[in-house]
Protein backbone atom coordinates (compact mmCIF):
# COMPACT_ATOMS: atom_id res chain seq x y z
CA UNK A 1 0.00 0.00 0.00
CA UNK A 2 1.66 3.34 -1.00
CA UNK A 3 0.51 6.49 0.69
CA UNK A 4 1.50 9.95 0.22
CA UNK A 5 3.92 11.40 2.56
CA UNK A 6 2.10 14.23 3.40
CA UNK A 7 -0.25 15.66 6.10
CA UNK A 8 -3.44 15.42 4.15
CA UNK A 9 -4.85 12.64 6.49
CA UNK A 10 -4.28 14.13 9.42
CA UNK A 11 -6.40 17.65 9.58
CA UNK A 12 -6.71 18.28 12.82
CA UNK A 13 -3.30 18.45 13.22
CA UNK A 14 -3.51 16.21 16.29
CA UNK A 15 -0.68 13.61 17.26
CA UNK A 16 -0.21 10.32 18.42
CA UNK A 17 1.41 9.79 22.53
CA UNK A 18 3.85 7.03 23.31
CA UNK A 19 3.70 6.52 27.16
CA UNK A 20 7.79 5.83 26.67
CA UNK A 21 8.14 5.36 30.44
CA UNK A 22 5.99 1.98 30.46
CA UNK A 23 7.11 0.39 26.43
CA UNK A 24 7.67 -2.58 25.89
CA UNK A 25 9.66 -1.84 22.69
CA UNK A 26 8.21 -4.84 21.21
CA UNK A 27 7.88 -3.23 17.52
CA UNK A 28 4.28 -4.15 17.21
CA UNK A 29 3.64 -0.54 16.45
CA UNK A 30 6.63 -0.77 13.54
CA UNK A 31 4.77 -3.97 12.75
CA UNK A 32 1.54 -2.20 11.82
CA UNK A 33 2.98 0.99 10.69
CA UNK A 34 1.87 1.51 6.94
CA UNK A 35 4.21 4.15 6.06
CA UNK A 36 6.89 3.32 8.51
CA UNK A 37 7.20 6.55 10.56
CA UNK A 38 8.15 4.82 14.19
CA UNK A 39 11.71 4.62 15.12
CA UNK A 40 12.44 1.81 17.56
CA UNK A 41 15.79 0.74 19.50
CA UNK A 42 16.06 -1.49 22.39
CA UNK A 43 15.08 1.11 24.76
CA UNK A 44 13.42 4.09 22.84
CA UNK A 45 10.61 5.05 20.52
CA UNK A 46 9.66 8.02 18.43
CA UNK A 47 7.15 8.61 15.78
CA UNK A 48 7.87 10.61 12.44
CA UNK A 49 4.64 12.98 12.31
CA UNK A 50 6.00 14.26 9.20
CA UNK A 51 5.08 10.77 7.98
CA UNK A 52 2.34 9.57 10.47
CA UNK A 53 -1.17 9.56 8.47
CA UNK A 54 -2.95 8.73 11.73
CA UNK A 55 -4.32 5.46 10.51
CA UNK A 56 -4.62 3.96 14.19
CA UNK A 57 -3.31 1.04 13.18
CA UNK A 58 -0.51 1.01 16.05
CA UNK A 59 -2.89 2.71 18.58
CA UNK A 60 -5.30 -0.45 17.81
CA UNK A 61 -2.38 -3.50 18.00
CA UNK A 62 -0.38 -1.93 20.80
CA UNK A 63 -0.79 -4.80 23.45
CA UNK A 64 -1.37 -2.29 26.37
CA UNK A 65 -2.88 0.39 24.80
CA UNK A 66 -0.48 3.42 25.65
CA UNK A 67 -0.46 4.95 22.44
CA UNK A 68 -3.45 7.52 22.50
CA UNK A 69 -4.14 10.77 20.67
CA UNK A 70 -3.70 13.97 22.08
CA UNK A 71 -4.31 17.10 20.24
CA UNK A 72 -1.56 19.86 20.02
CA UNK B 1 34.06 1.53 17.80
CA UNK B 2 36.84 -0.49 20.04
CA UNK B 3 34.82 -3.97 17.54
CA UNK B 4 36.54 -3.35 14.52
CA UNK B 5 34.39 -3.73 11.58
CA UNK B 6 36.23 -2.99 8.62
CA UNK B 7 36.60 -6.60 7.41
CA UNK B 8 34.77 -7.17 3.89
CA UNK B 9 31.93 -9.11 4.20
CA UNK B 10 29.96 -11.31 2.33
CA UNK B 11 26.60 -11.66 4.45
CA UNK B 12 25.12 -9.05 6.77
CA UNK B 13 22.67 -10.94 8.94
CA UNK B 14 20.65 -8.14 10.60
CA UNK B 15 18.94 -9.70 13.98
CA UNK B 16 20.02 -12.23 16.21
CA UNK B 17 16.91 -14.27 16.73
CA UNK B 18 16.61 -18.19 15.58
CA UNK B 19 16.31 -17.16 12.20
CA UNK B 20 19.36 -14.65 12.25
CA UNK B 21 21.54 -17.15 14.15
CA UNK B 22 20.65 -20.11 12.29
CA UNK B 23 21.53 -17.98 8.98
CA UNK B 24 24.76 -16.81 10.27
CA UNK B 25 25.44 -20.24 11.27
CA UNK B 26 24.85 -22.21 7.94
CA UNK B 27 26.62 -19.57 6.05
CA UNK B 28 29.58 -19.25 8.14
CA UNK B 29 30.00 -23.35 8.13
CA UNK B 30 29.67 -22.81 4.26
CA UNK B 31 32.76 -20.57 4.57
CA UNK B 32 30.69 -17.02 3.78
CA UNK B 33 32.29 -14.24 5.35
CA UNK B 34 29.53 -12.83 7.82
CA UNK B 35 28.48 -10.91 10.50
CA UNK B 36 25.30 -10.32 12.27
CA UNK B 37 24.42 -7.47 14.10
CA UNK B 38 21.73 -7.22 16.82
CA UNK B 39 20.13 -4.76 18.40
CA UNK B 40 19.71 -5.36 21.66
CA UNK B 41 22.25 -5.87 24.69
CA UNK B 42 21.72 -9.85 25.07
CA UNK B 43 20.40 -12.65 22.61
CA UNK B 44 17.40 -13.98 23.84
CA UNK B 45 16.26 -11.08 26.04
CA UNK B 46 13.81 -10.08 26.76
CA UNK B 47 12.14 -13.51 25.43
CA UNK B 48 9.16 -12.38 22.98
CA UNK B 49 7.79 -16.02 23.43
CA UNK B 50 5.49 -18.87 24.61
CA UNK B 51 8.78 -21.04 24.00
CA UNK B 52 6.75 -24.08 22.74
CA UNK B 53 8.74 -26.22 20.71
CA UNK B 54 8.10 -29.57 18.97
CA UNK B 55 11.48 -32.12 19.78
CA UNK B 56 11.04 -33.72 16.42
CA UNK B 57 11.41 -30.56 14.53
CA UNK B 58 13.97 -29.19 17.13
CA UNK B 59 16.08 -32.59 16.09
CA UNK B 60 16.63 -31.26 12.47
CA UNK B 61 18.82 -28.44 14.10
CA UNK B 62 20.34 -29.58 17.51
CA UNK B 63 19.65 -32.20 20.11
CA UNK B 64 17.69 -31.07 23.07
CA UNK B 65 19.73 -29.98 25.80
CA UNK B 66 18.72 -29.85 29.44
CA UNK B 67 20.66 -26.74 30.09
CA UNK B 68 18.00 -24.94 27.18
CA UNK B 69 15.01 -27.37 27.74
CA UNK B 70 12.95 -26.41 30.88
CA UNK B 71 9.86 -28.99 30.38
CA UNK B 72 9.04 -31.85 28.22
CA UNK B 73 5.49 -32.96 27.91
CA UNK B 74 3.09 -34.78 25.55
CA UNK B 75 -0.55 -33.95 26.76
CA UNK B 76 -2.13 -31.31 25.33
CA UNK B 77 -5.81 -29.90 26.88
CA UNK B 78 -8.01 -27.55 24.86
CA UNK B 79 -10.72 -25.38 26.65
CA UNK B 80 -14.14 -24.37 24.97
CA UNK B 81 -15.53 -20.97 25.98
CA UNK B 82 -18.09 -23.21 28.37
CA UNK B 83 -15.08 -24.94 30.34
CA UNK B 84 -15.23 -27.61 28.44
CA UNK B 85 -11.95 -29.66 28.46
CA UNK B 86 -10.90 -31.35 25.70
CA UNK B 87 -7.69 -33.73 26.63
CA UNK B 88 -5.45 -35.31 23.73
CA UNK B 89 -2.35 -37.63 23.95
CA UNK B 90 -0.21 -36.37 21.23
CA UNK B 91 2.16 -38.41 19.36
CA UNK B 92 4.85 -36.09 19.26
CA UNK B 93 6.71 -34.59 22.40
CA UNK B 94 6.55 -31.23 22.96
CA UNK B 95 9.36 -28.87 24.90
CA UNK B 96 9.01 -25.43 26.88
CA UNK B 97 12.67 -23.77 25.83
CA UNK B 98 14.31 -21.60 28.03
CA UNK B 99 14.71 -18.72 25.18
CA UNK B 100 17.34 -17.27 27.01
CA UNK B 101 19.66 -19.48 27.34
CA UNK B 102 18.50 -21.41 23.80
CA UNK B 103 19.06 -18.13 22.38
CA UNK B 104 22.60 -17.38 23.33
CA UNK B 105 23.55 -21.16 22.25
CA UNK B 106 22.39 -20.75 18.74
CA UNK B 107 24.49 -17.46 18.56
CA UNK B 108 27.51 -19.02 20.32
CA UNK B 109 27.34 -22.05 17.36
CA UNK B 110 27.26 -19.13 14.68
CA UNK B 111 30.55 -17.53 16.68
CA UNK B 112 32.31 -21.19 16.02
CA UNK B 113 31.34 -21.13 12.90
CA UNK B 114 33.33 -18.18 11.84
CA UNK B 115 30.56 -15.59 11.66
CA UNK B 116 31.80 -12.92 13.31
CA UNK B 117 28.94 -11.46 15.61
CA UNK B 118 27.64 -7.94 17.23
CA UNK B 119 25.24 -6.80 19.86
CA UNK B 120 24.13 -3.81 20.41
CA UNK B 121 24.18 -2.84 16.62
CA UNK B 122 20.44 -0.95 15.85
CA UNK B 123 20.49 -1.59 12.04
CA UNK B 124 19.16 2.28 10.56
CA UNK B 125 18.71 1.93 6.62
CA UNK B 126 20.27 0.39 3.43
CA UNK B 127 21.34 1.34 0.07
CA UNK B 128 22.36 0.11 -2.64
CA UNK B 129 26.03 1.02 -3.99
CA UNK B 130 27.78 -0.32 -6.51
CA UNK B 131 26.16 -3.71 -6.76
CA UNK B 132 26.54 -3.56 -2.73
CA UNK B 133 24.44 -3.43 0.20
CA UNK B 134 25.22 -0.73 2.70
CA UNK B 135 23.67 -1.20 5.96
CA UNK B 136 23.95 2.03 8.65
CA UNK B 137 23.97 0.81 12.10
CA UNK B 138 24.13 2.58 15.24
CA UNK B 139 26.73 1.32 18.12
CA UNK B 140 26.69 2.94 21.03
CA UNK B 141 25.89 6.25 20.20
CA UNK B 142 28.16 6.14 16.75
CA UNK B 143 26.91 5.72 13.27
CA UNK B 144 28.89 3.26 11.19
CA UNK B 145 28.22 1.44 8.01
CA UNK B 146 29.26 -1.93 6.44
CA UNK B 147 28.43 -2.66 2.98
CA UNK B 148 28.10 -6.40 1.52
CA UNK B 149 26.70 -8.21 -1.75
CA UNK B 150 24.37 -10.36 0.32
CA UNK B 151 22.11 -9.50 3.27
CA UNK B 152 19.50 -11.42 5.30
CA UNK B 153 16.82 -9.28 6.83
CA UNK B 154 15.94 -11.48 10.32
CA UNK B 155 15.09 -8.26 12.24
CA UNK B 156 11.59 -9.75 13.00
CA UNK B 157 7.73 -8.92 13.00
CA UNK B 158 8.96 -5.14 13.16
CA UNK B 159 10.72 -5.65 10.04
CA UNK B 160 12.93 -2.75 8.14
CA UNK B 161 15.08 -4.97 6.04
CA UNK B 162 12.27 -5.96 4.15
CA UNK B 163 10.96 -2.54 3.44
CA UNK B 164 14.26 -1.21 2.76
CA UNK B 165 14.23 -3.47 0.05
CA UNK B 166 11.11 -2.07 -1.55
CA UNK B 167 9.28 -5.65 -0.53
CA UNK B 168 5.55 -5.35 0.54
CA UNK B 169 5.41 -6.89 4.25
CA UNK B 170 3.16 -4.73 5.12
CA UNK B 171 0.85 -6.51 8.08
CA UNK B 172 -2.79 -5.14 7.96
CA UNK B 173 -4.36 -5.75 11.78
CA UNK B 174 -6.07 -9.06 10.35
CA UNK B 175 -2.81 -10.30 10.19
CA UNK B 176 -1.21 -10.11 13.08
CA UNK B 177 -1.57 -11.30 16.58
CA UNK B 178 -0.72 -8.62 18.94
CA UNK B 179 0.55 -10.38 22.38
CA UNK B 180 0.90 -10.31 26.10
CA UNK B 181 2.22 -12.93 28.29
CA UNK B 182 3.45 -13.45 31.99
CA UNK B 183 5.80 -16.05 33.18
CA UNK B 184 3.92 -16.67 36.32
CA UNK B 185 4.43 -18.85 39.94
CA UNK B 186 0.81 -20.57 40.44
CA UNK B 187 -0.01 -24.07 43.33
CA UNK B 188 -2.44 -25.15 40.47
CA UNK B 189 -0.28 -25.19 37.65
CA UNK B 190 0.54 -28.54 36.40
CA UNK B 191 3.78 -29.24 34.54
CA UNK B 192 2.20 -32.49 32.32
CA UNK B 193 -0.34 -30.40 30.02
CA UNK B 194 0.18 -27.77 27.34
CA UNK B 195 -3.74 -25.95 27.83
CA UNK B 196 -4.88 -23.91 24.97
CA UNK B 197 -8.54 -21.77 26.37
CA UNK B 198 -10.67 -20.46 23.36
CA UNK B 199 -13.40 -18.46 22.99
CA UNK B 200 -14.73 -15.01 21.54
CA UNK B 201 -15.14 -13.69 25.20
CA UNK B 202 -11.65 -14.99 26.42
CA UNK B 203 -8.89 -13.90 23.58
CA UNK B 204 -11.18 -12.57 20.27
CA UNK B 205 -9.46 -14.42 16.92
CA UNK B 206 -6.79 -15.94 19.13
CA UNK B 207 -6.21 -18.33 22.33
CA UNK B 208 -4.35 -18.18 25.80
CA UNK B 209 -2.01 -21.05 26.74
CA UNK B 210 -1.11 -22.11 29.70
CA UNK B 211 2.98 -23.72 29.14
CA UNK B 212 4.48 -25.21 31.92
CA UNK B 213 7.72 -24.86 32.72
CA UNK B 214 8.03 -26.67 35.85
CA UNK B 215 6.28 -27.27 39.13
CA UNK B 216 3.85 -24.49 40.09
CA UNK B 217 4.93 -22.02 37.16
CA UNK B 218 4.11 -20.97 33.39
CA UNK B 219 4.06 -19.39 30.71
CA UNK B 220 0.87 -17.80 30.49
CA UNK B 221 -0.05 -15.50 27.49
CA UNK B 222 -2.26 -14.45 25.14
CA UNK B 223 -2.88 -13.56 21.36
CA UNK B 224 -5.72 -11.56 19.91
CA UNK B 225 -6.25 -10.81 16.33
CA UNK B 226 -5.03 -6.77 15.66
CA UNK B 227 -8.15 -6.01 14.43
CA UNK B 228 -9.96 -7.17 17.41
CA UNK B 229 -7.83 -5.42 19.69
CA UNK B 230 -9.54 -1.68 19.41
CA UNK B 231 -11.43 -1.54 22.60
CA UNK B 232 -9.74 -3.91 24.60
CA UNK B 233 -5.87 -4.69 24.70
CA UNK B 234 -4.00 -8.28 24.58
CA UNK B 235 -3.15 -7.24 28.50
CA UNK B 236 -6.47 -6.15 29.76
CA UNK B 237 -7.77 -9.89 28.25
CA UNK B 238 -4.96 -11.50 29.77
CA UNK B 239 -5.57 -10.05 33.19
CA UNK B 240 -9.35 -10.67 33.33
CA UNK B 241 -7.87 -14.46 32.73
CA UNK B 242 -5.75 -14.67 34.85
CA UNK B 243 -7.28 -13.00 38.07
CA UNK B 244 -9.94 -16.09 37.46
CA UNK B 245 -7.85 -18.62 36.46
CA UNK B 246 -4.84 -18.08 38.71
CA UNK B 247 -6.10 -15.74 41.57
CA UNK B 248 -3.39 -14.31 43.97
CA UNK B 249 -0.44 -15.96 41.66
CA UNK B 250 3.03 -14.70 41.67
CA UNK B 251 4.40 -12.57 38.66
CA UNK B 252 8.20 -13.80 37.69
CA UNK B 253 8.45 -11.45 34.48
CA UNK B 254 5.98 -10.02 31.79
CA UNK B 255 6.17 -9.27 28.16
CA UNK B 256 4.50 -7.82 24.98
CA UNK B 257 4.87 -9.07 21.44
CA UNK B 258 3.11 -9.83 17.90
CA UNK B 259 3.38 -13.04 15.72
CA UNK B 260 2.20 -12.81 12.16
CA UNK B 261 -0.13 -14.32 11.12
CA UNK B 262 -0.96 -13.81 7.45
CA UNK B 263 0.41 -15.75 4.39
CA UNK B 264 4.05 -15.11 3.69
CA UNK B 265 4.76 -12.58 1.44
CA UNK B 266 4.08 -13.22 -2.48
CA UNK B 267 7.93 -11.73 -2.26
CA UNK B 268 10.54 -11.96 0.37
CA UNK B 269 13.60 -12.13 -1.64
CA UNK B 270 15.05 -8.77 -3.94
CA UNK B 271 17.97 -8.57 -4.94
CA UNK B 272 20.99 -9.36 -2.60
CA UNK B 273 18.29 -9.49 -0.08
CA UNK B 274 16.23 -12.22 1.76
CA UNK B 275 13.81 -12.23 4.57
CA UNK B 276 13.84 -15.14 7.58
CA UNK B 277 11.64 -15.80 9.95
CA UNK B 278 9.22 -13.27 11.45
CA UNK B 279 10.40 -10.74 9.39
CA UNK B 280 8.72 -13.02 6.30
CA UNK B 281 5.58 -13.68 7.95
CA UNK B 282 7.06 -17.32 8.54
CA UNK B 283 5.18 -18.20 11.73
CA UNK B 284 2.64 -20.67 11.53
CA UNK B 285 -0.66 -18.67 10.76
CA UNK B 286 -2.57 -20.72 13.32
CA UNK B 287 -0.89 -21.33 16.14
CA UNK B 288 1.84 -18.36 16.38
CA UNK B 289 4.70 -21.64 16.56
CA UNK B 290 7.72 -19.76 14.87
CA UNK B 291 10.38 -21.43 16.07
CA UNK B 292 10.85 -24.12 13.65
CA UNK B 293 9.88 -22.71 10.48
CA UNK B 294 12.62 -19.50 11.40
CA UNK B 295 15.32 -21.84 12.11
CA UNK B 296 14.57 -23.53 8.68
CA UNK B 297 14.05 -19.97 7.01
CA UNK B 298 17.78 -19.18 8.36
CA UNK B 299 19.12 -22.76 7.37
CA UNK B 300 17.59 -22.32 3.50
CA UNK B 301 18.72 -18.77 3.22
CA UNK B 302 22.54 -19.20 5.06
CA UNK B 303 22.75 -22.23 1.80
CA UNK B 304 21.35 -19.91 -0.84
CA UNK B 305 23.70 -16.87 0.00
CA UNK B 306 26.76 -19.62 -0.15
CA UNK B 307 25.26 -20.47 -3.52
CA UNK B 308 24.89 -17.22 -4.32
CA UNK B 309 28.51 -16.18 -3.66
CA UNK B 310 29.65 -19.36 -5.34
CA UNK B 311 28.05 -18.00 -8.46
CA UNK B 312 28.82 -14.43 -7.99
CA UNK B 313 25.19 -14.48 -8.82
CA UNK B 314 22.83 -12.05 -6.29
CA UNK B 315 19.58 -12.14 -8.43
CA UNK B 316 15.99 -12.73 -7.42
CA UNK B 317 16.03 -15.78 -9.56
CA UNK B 318 19.59 -17.40 -7.58
CA UNK B 319 17.88 -16.01 -4.32
CA UNK B 320 14.55 -17.57 -5.24
CA UNK B 321 16.21 -20.96 -4.24
CA UNK B 322 15.79 -20.29 -0.78
CA UNK B 323 11.93 -19.70 -0.92
CA UNK B 324 11.55 -22.77 -3.00
CA UNK B 325 13.42 -24.90 -0.28
CA UNK B 326 11.44 -23.13 2.35
CA UNK B 327 8.01 -23.90 0.86
CA UNK B 328 9.11 -27.17 0.14
CA UNK B 329 9.64 -27.77 3.53
CA UNK B 330 6.95 -25.94 5.25
CA UNK B 331 4.72 -23.96 2.23
CA UNK B 332 1.61 -26.54 2.67
CA UNK B 333 1.68 -26.67 6.28
CA UNK B 334 1.51 -22.63 6.24
CA UNK B 335 -0.81 -22.35 3.73
CA UNK B 336 -3.43 -24.80 5.00
CA UNK B 337 -2.99 -23.56 8.95
CA UNK B 338 -3.50 -19.92 6.67
CA UNK B 339 -6.55 -21.11 5.52
CA UNK B 340 -8.02 -23.05 8.89
CA UNK B 341 -7.00 -19.52 10.67
CA UNK B 342 -9.68 -17.63 8.14
CA UNK B 343 -12.22 -20.30 9.03
CA UNK B 344 -11.29 -20.32 12.84
CA UNK B 345 -11.96 -16.49 12.88
CA UNK B 346 -15.99 -17.58 11.70
CA UNK B 347 -16.45 -19.88 14.55
CA UNK B 348 -18.69 -18.76 17.37
CA UNK B 349 -18.46 -20.55 21.06
CA UNK B 350 -21.29 -22.53 20.31
CA UNK B 351 -19.82 -24.17 17.84
CA UNK B 352 -16.30 -24.50 20.12
CA UNK B 353 -18.35 -25.53 22.58
CA UNK B 354 -20.47 -28.09 20.77
CA UNK B 355 -17.16 -30.00 18.54
CA UNK B 356 -15.49 -29.60 22.72
CA UNK B 357 -18.32 -31.51 24.35
CA UNK B 358 -18.83 -34.29 21.19
CA UNK B 359 -15.24 -35.21 21.24
CA UNK B 360 -14.50 -35.29 24.66
CA UNK B 361 -17.65 -38.12 24.59
CA UNK B 362 -14.73 -40.45 23.07
CA UNK B 363 -12.52 -41.94 26.08
CA UNK B 364 -9.43 -40.79 26.48
CA UNK B 365 -7.46 -43.64 25.31
CA UNK B 366 -9.30 -44.06 22.38
CA UNK B 367 -8.91 -40.16 21.65
CA UNK B 368 -6.44 -40.55 18.91
CA UNK B 369 -6.20 -38.53 15.56
CA UNK B 370 -7.80 -41.01 13.51
CA UNK B 371 -11.12 -41.68 16.35
CA UNK B 372 -11.49 -37.63 16.33
CA UNK B 373 -11.07 -37.91 12.97
CA UNK B 374 -13.79 -40.40 12.85
CA UNK B 375 -15.82 -38.42 14.81
CA UNK B 376 -15.63 -35.46 13.60
CA UNK B 377 -17.00 -36.56 9.75
CA UNK B 378 -19.92 -38.55 11.32
CA UNK B 379 -20.82 -34.96 13.49
CA UNK B 380 -19.61 -32.84 10.82
CA UNK B 381 -17.27 -31.14 12.51
CA UNK B 382 -14.68 -30.45 9.67
CA UNK B 383 -12.74 -27.39 10.72
CA UNK B 384 -12.19 -28.15 14.62
CA UNK B 385 -10.69 -31.60 13.88
CA UNK B 386 -7.96 -29.84 11.71
CA UNK B 387 -7.29 -26.85 14.22
CA UNK B 388 -6.76 -30.27 17.09
CA UNK B 389 -4.18 -31.68 14.45
CA UNK B 390 -2.54 -28.16 13.96
CA UNK B 391 -1.88 -27.57 17.48
CA UNK B 392 -0.63 -31.24 17.74
CA UNK B 393 1.99 -30.65 15.45
Known amino acids: ?72 | MSVHIQDQFELIVVGGGPAGSVAAWTAAEKGVKTVLLEKDRDFGIPVRCAEGVGLAGLRNFLEPDPKWVDNKLEKVRFIAPNGTILSINSTEKGAILNRKIFDFELVRRAADAGACIRNRCNAKGMEREDGKLKIKFDHYGKEYTISAPLVIGADGVESRVGRWAGLDTDLPLVDIETCFQYTLHHTSIDPEFCDFYFGNNIAPGGYIWVFPKGERWANVGIGISGDNAKHRSAKEFLDIFVEKHFPGASFLSSVAGSVPSGKVPKNIVAEGVMLVGDAAHQSDPLTGSGIISAMWGGRFAGETAAKALEKGDFSVKILEGYVTAWNKRMGEQHAWNYRLKVGVRKLNDDALNHTAQVLSEIPLEERTLGKIFQTALVNELGVMIDIVKAFLQ
Not at chain 1, 39 to 58: A, P, Q, S, V
Open chain 1, 1 to 72: MIYMREKRYNQNNNKLRIQSAICDFCGTCVAVCPVDCIELTETEIEIDFEICIMCMNCLKACPIHIISEVSE
